[in-house]
């Protein structure tokens, strides 16, 4: 069956950190991968997609690159803001109709000034 | 632009009472609508989703019901809620093509008490 397994948190790191939240998949076929952000008190903002194996996705500084081959999406930041604190969830498409997700667990991300 | 609003943004209700919560769509016309629920200390879990009005189809089994009475609106029902109905409701809609992406509304925190 189709799952997403995340790197559980809270992840804590200090402002200008290098960070990576670490996502992998299992699939039948290609679906299309997502990151979405959730701000305390509030619904889901897509952060990034990829669509197909090797694409990557970027925004506000993110990145992901759809690995086929080790069925990653890990998220990367060169360097966190406190603005950055949030929860990512890391989903598949497994209809590719846009919004049947399954979502990873979530990792709740911490940034200290 | 497209928007989605979801009300209300918080509920408590007892044991056995009803429950209806709305969502409508604006700025697009015959979206896919769904339906998720993310309980307390877990990722989102699908319930429903409609593909057009009268047309829904449920992901998991449980003591919801989804109506979509309108293109633009879907509405998540209960007869009698139980406690483990607590949860964030989160309504979102696709375009329902290849490689496109859910928009989330703000969600709806219900707590059965």
């Known amino acids: 069956g189709n799952s997403v397994t995340q790197m559980e948190g809270p992840v804590t790191l200090s402002e200008e950190a290098f960070l990576t939240i670490n996502c992998t998949y299992t699939?039948?076929?290609?679906?299309?991968l997502f990151w979405y952000v959730q701000y305390p008190g509030e619904g889901l903002q897509l952060l990034l997609k990829?669509?197909?194996?090797?694409d990557k996705g970027s925004n506000k500084g993110f990145e992901a690159t759809y690995r086929k081959e080790t069925t990653s999406f890990h998220l990367e930041k060169g360097s966190v803001q406190v603005s950055d604190s949030a929860v990512y969830f890391c989903?598949?498409?497994?209809?590719?109709?846009?919004?049947?997700?399954?979502f990873g667990q979530g990792t709740e991300l911490s940034v200290k000034p | 632009s497209q928007t989605i609003h979801q009300w209300p943004a918080t509920l408590v209700q007892p044991v056995g009472s009803p429950l209806s919560l709305e969502c409508t769509v604006e700025g697009t016309s015959n979206p896919n609508l769904y339906w998720y629920r993310q309980a307390a200390g877990r990722g989102l879990q699908l319930l429903f989703y409609?593909?057009?009005?009268?047309?829904i189809s449920s992901e998991v089994p449980q003591n919801l019901s989804a109506s979509r009475p309108q293109d633009r609106q879907f509405i998540l029902s209960s007869k009698k809620l139980l406690l483990s109905d607590s949860g964030f409701y989160l309504c979102a809609w696709s375009v329902g093509a290849e490689n496109t992406e859910a928009f989330f509304g703000q969600g709806t925190r219900l707590t059965v008490v």
């Open positions: 409609s593909v057009g009005i009268g047309q």
């Open positions: 989903a598949l498409d497994y209809y590719n109709q846009g919004g049947k997700l399954i």
């Open positions: 699939a039948t076929g290609y679906p299309s």
């Open positions: 990829a669509t197909k194996a090797d």
